[in-house]
């Protein structure tokens, strides 16, 4: 029975992992990617639809993202998009594709960024101890309904901190990674 709660857990943990990585994945590190422009929607025939519907993204080199619309005339809405975007770049339109140079970053902008991942960061270690604490108390009313022994509880509690440290670990590593990753020149 405290398998089922164990599992729940980790599961929960896992999520918790994944949306920091998207998170991490949609923060301008100077580097053009793909997934900068993930959050993007364009209004395309009267509908807000995600911009990887409407056009094909790509990186031309390192500092370019290059979109090219499937159809020629929402050009001007996706260049509209991005410019109403909060990521402050400015896309080059010549009629067929629109180039997005990536600009360099400064350092205090880097510092921001960086100061932006670690408040990204300590949600998921928030999150993570959160899960910890419903898996303890589920944990406790098992034992208290007498479907799980006392002994059984403990050793459970156990292993929902080694899941809680083995994730906060995790966490903190792409901390690390993206730290590094944000403060290269």
């Known amino acids: 029975m405290f398998k089922q709660v164990l599992k729940d857990a980790e599961e929960r943990m896992k999520k918790t992992i994944e949306v920091i990585r998207q998170e991490f994945a949609k923060v301008r590190t100077g580097k053009a990617t793909t997934t900068l422009l993930d959050g993007i929607k364009v209004e ?12 094909n993204v790509s990186v031309s080199d390192i500092h370019t993202l290059l979109i090219t619309p499937w159809d020629k ?9 991005i410019l109403a975007s909060e990521l402050g770049l400015n896309p080059l339109n010549d009629g067929n594709v629109l180039r997005i140079p990536i600009p360099k970053l400064t350092e205090e902008r880097r510092k921001d ?9 300590e949600e ?3 999150a993570v101890r959160n899960i910890r604490r419903d898996a ?3 944990l406790r009313k098992l034992e208290k309904e007498k479907h799980l022994s006392e002994d059984d509880r403990k050793r459970a509690e156990a292993e929902v901190q080694k899941l809680t440290d083995n994730y906060i670990k995790r966490i903190d590593e792409l901390l690390e ?3 590094k990753e944000i403060m290269e020149v």
């Open 44 to 55: 395309y025939y009267g509908a807000l639809v995600p911009l990887n519907q409407v056009a």
């Open 177 to 179: 990674h993206k730290e």
């Open 113 to 121: 960024i960086v100061k932006l991942c670690k408040k990204f960061a």
């Open 136 to 138: 303890n108390e589920h």
């Open 124 to 126: 998921g270690r928030i």
């Open 73 to 81: 005339s929402s050009i001007s809405a996706i260049e509209k998009a």
